[in-house]
């Protein structure tokens, strides 16, 4: 893992409610442990939503749970059902991860992002952190205004950084919804250890509903693996600190193999009488080839070899389908987010940006 842990503080320079302490192996007198515990039950009370429901920490699956965390990690088994016995069941988190927005129509999520206030604001981020994401774009090779679009579509700049409790999301999605709850007990797990890593109150940090985190949202298991320290100051906060996030957002692509200087996407056209019924949609990683979408009557915009993979988007578009070539690095945005949607609208908005940019210079 890269980065260094926190040192005792938060990620926003506060003392720690939660260290590393609360391990199993090493010794605390009851009196600290205590007073942690009090402070964290005062905090949880004074900021606890007042629509949610008690969390029943007594259930078959949250003991074996807790279990597992102080089996396969050391952690105070008292502690960690302390913790989760503060959490709050969240219906409208139910709610919320059930109707994403990545559910809608092209023509409906679109605009969404492309709009002009957001636009404008890219281009005044990166005018006022021009040197931090030169240098991370440099250091990790990957494009500029890729770096300043995600983090405008996850946080627009860091301005939104979600309004639930993360203890709160993961807790209820890892318990109260079937459909993905071995993923978030997954994401719960790298939390209450990313909490004790970093030194941060695990009641205290706020996300969005499915309990990403930062100006760049990164998941727990994303935060531990590809979190770094981008302003040498021995932290890795992406709540608080551009750099960090910058340089965070940077090393995922680069972890991810984004390419430098190739090409993302492509809008494409339809020869007459063309049916991509079964080649169009079949996923986010390059299934087929430029070449045989040109058999097939999909010819792309940009000049690309025959043997590049690729992949085939049929969108809804505000006029009518459109079609969009998918590349590797088109594939490489899904992997921050999985809907083509989402890539395709960090695309566009990085396009945007850069043009508004260079027409500014």
């Given at each position: 893992?890269?980065?260094?842990?926190?040192?005792?503080?938060?990620?926003?320079?506060?003392?720690?409610?939660?260290?590393?302490?609360?391990?199993?192996?090493?010794?605390?007198?009851?009196?600290?442990?205590?007073?942690?515990?009090?402070?964290?039950?005062?905090?949880?009370?004074?900021?606890?939503?007042?629509?949610?429901?008690?969390?029943?920490?007594?259930?078959?699956?949250?003991?074996?749970?807790?279990?597992?965390?102080?089996?396969?990690?050391?952690?105070?088994?008292?502690?960690?059902?302390?913790?989760?016995?503060?959490?709050?069941?969240?219906?409208?988190?139910?709610?919320?991860?059930?109707?994403?927005?990545?559910?809608?129509?092209?023509?409906?999520?679109?605009?969404?992002?492309?709009?002009?206030?957001?636009?404008?604001?890219?281009?005044?981020?990166?005018?006022?952190?021009?040197?931090?994401?030169?240098?991370?774009?440099?250091?990790?090779?990957?494009?500029?205004?890729?770096?300043?679009?995600?983090?405008?579509?996850?946080?627009?700049?860091?301005?939104?950084?979600?309004?639930?409790?993360?203890?709160?999301?993961?807790?209820?999605?890892?318990?109260?919804?079937?459909?993905?709850?071995?993923?978030?007990?997954?994401?719960?797990?790298?939390?209450?250890?990313?909490?004790?890593?970093?030194?941060?109150?695990?009641?205290?940090?706020?996300?969005?509903?499915?309990?990403?985190?930062?100006?760049?949202?990164?998941?727990?298991?994303?935060?531990?693996?590809?979190?770094?320290?981008?302003?040498?100051?021995?932290?890795?906060?992406?709540?608080?600190?551009?750099?960090?996030?910058?340089?965070?957002?940077?090393?995922?692509?680069?972890?991810?193999?984004?390419?430098?200087?190739?090409?993302?996407?492509?809008?494409?056209?339809?020869?007459?009488?063309?049916?991509?019924?079964?080649?169009?949609?079949?996923?986010?990683?390059?299934?087929?080839?430029?070449?045989?979408?040109?058999?097939?009557?999909?010819?792309?915009?940009?000049?690309?070899n025959d043997r590049t993979p690729a992949t085939l988007m049929e969108l809804d578009g505000e006029e009518g389908k459109e079609y969009w070539v998918g590349l590797h690095n088109f594939y490489v945005i899904t992997r921050y987010n999985h809907s083509p949607l989402y890539a395709l609208a960090v695309w566009q908005l990085s396009q945007a940006i850069r043009a508004r940019m260079e027409k500014n210079a």
């Open positions: 893992m890269k980065g260094h842990k926190a040192g005792g503080r938060s990620c926003s320079g506060r003392p720690e409610r939660f260290p590393s302490t609360w391990k199993k192996n090493i010794m605390l007198s009851p009196l600290p442990v205590l007073k942690y515990l009090l402070a964290a039950l005062l905090f949880a009370t004074l900021t606890a939503p007042a629509h949610g429901g008690k969390f029943d920490a007594d259930r078959d699956e949250v003991r074996h749970f807790v279990g597992r965390m102080a089996e396969k990690h050391g952690l105070d088994p008292d502690v960690v059902r302390d913790l989760l016995a503060r959490a709050e069941h969240r219906q409208d988190i139910i709610d919320a991860i059930s109707r994403p927005a990545e559910a809608m129509p092209w023509y409906r999520y679109r605009p969404i992002f492309m709009r002009e206030d957001r636009i404008e604001e890219g281009v005044a981020f990166w005018a006022e952190h021009a040197d931090t994401i030169a240098a991370a774009a440099e250091r990790y090779e990957v494009a500029e205004e890729i770096i300043v679009a995600i983090i405008g579509v996850e946080t627009r700049y860091g301005e939104h950084q979600g309004r639930y409790r993360v203890i709160d999301a993961l807790s209820t999605l890892a318990f109260a919804y079937p459909p993905r709850a071995e993923f978030f007990r997954r994401e719960l797990e790298h939390y209450l250890l990313l909490a004790d890593e970093e030194g941060f109150d695990p009641l205290s940090i706020r996300g969005s509903y499915a309990g990403a985190m930062g100006i760049p949202q990164f998941i727990s298991s994303s935060y531990r693996a590809y979190a770094v320290d981008g302003d040498g100051n021995g932290r890795r906060d992406l709540l608080s600190s551009t750099a960090d996030a910058v340089a965070s957002v940077a090393n995922y692509f680069r972890e991810h193999r984004w390419r430098p200087d190739e090409p993302v996407v492509s809008r494409a056209e339809l020869n007459q009488d063309t049916d991509v019924s079964g080649l169009a949609n079949r996923g986010r990683q390059p299934y087929t080839t430029v070449g045989e979408l040109r058999a097939a009557g999909v010819e792309p915009d940009l000049s690309l």
